[in-house]
């Protein structure tokens, strides 16, 4: 009965159209490679409603979040320790308790990630590698209508997939909307992966400009960028959108991390509440919205087997976010 309640909303058509840049007899074995290992993701084909249910009116609440980049490609060519599906399963079932989820890298294994879970508003995935952007956002709140964009530029192995970004208006009470965008920029710190980093962002701010300038806005992703490498544009990008990084005002006393010559990142997996990651949740207040965050958590142990293997080959990073009207 409940999987006739899910909604899963196709990726929009309009989508900006993208190329695969390949490059020389490594791209082709890599897309080889990737074809050999497929699994084409079907999601859950619920049926959807006519119509949303009204939304009760309020002018206060509390948001729990999630980031995750889930290690979906194909068992293969992963990098995560435990095995994919049975992983990204247990994921599903386990980011049940979040209200909004952004995660990456849902190339492969989508049914399996949609299996058990119970948002009852869900994007459709575009499909495995080298077909998908691996941008899926879960969500208990109406997502009003959403958009998929493909990065101008990429590097490496990253331009085998559209990366990119998507883009969510999700109501969260009666007449309130919020803008909910998923990251995953461009991997690696070589200069060809740098410079197209940088672009990622000022793309996505672009955007941001253009279709949400006076919105109240919710960022999370992968956004594998520091504020301590010199060579990264996160913290322009940061001013640019005027947003608020939950790390930095929670946890480091709203201090941006200094900038280091001979920057070493931690491992992905070995992040703390009390270092920068590279997944990241922003938030942006409106003239119409105040949002008060707090508990910011790397989900360690809730994304861990029994035997403490992690899930994936990223932490999931958790929120709360409170929100108000204002008066104006």
Sequence with gaps: MLNDMLINLPYPQKSKAWHFRFVGLLSILFSLLFLLSYKQSKGSRAVPLATYPELARTSSGELSLLTYNIAGLPQLISSAETPRASSIRTIGERVNAFDIVNVQEDFNYNSDLYASNLHVYRTE???GVPFGDGLSTLSKYPIMESQRVAWNDCSGS??????????????IAKDVFLDVYNVH?????????????????AQLAAFIKENSSCEPLLIMGDFNAHYAFTADNIREFQKEVDLIDSWVLLRNQGRLPEKQENFVAQHALKVTDDC?????IYFRNSDNIIFKPKDY???HDLFSTDSGIPLSDHCAISLKLEWELTDL
């Design 185 to 201: 920029a461009t991997a690696q710190d070589n200069q060809q992966a740098v410079q197209a980093r940088k672009k990622n962002l």
């Design 297 to 299: 958590l790397v989900q």
């Design 276 to 280: 920068e990651s590279i997944d990241k």
């Design 125 to 127: 995935a575009m499909g």
């Design 158 to 171: 990253d331009c085998l997939t559209p990366k990119g970004f998507s883009f969510a208006r999700i109501q």
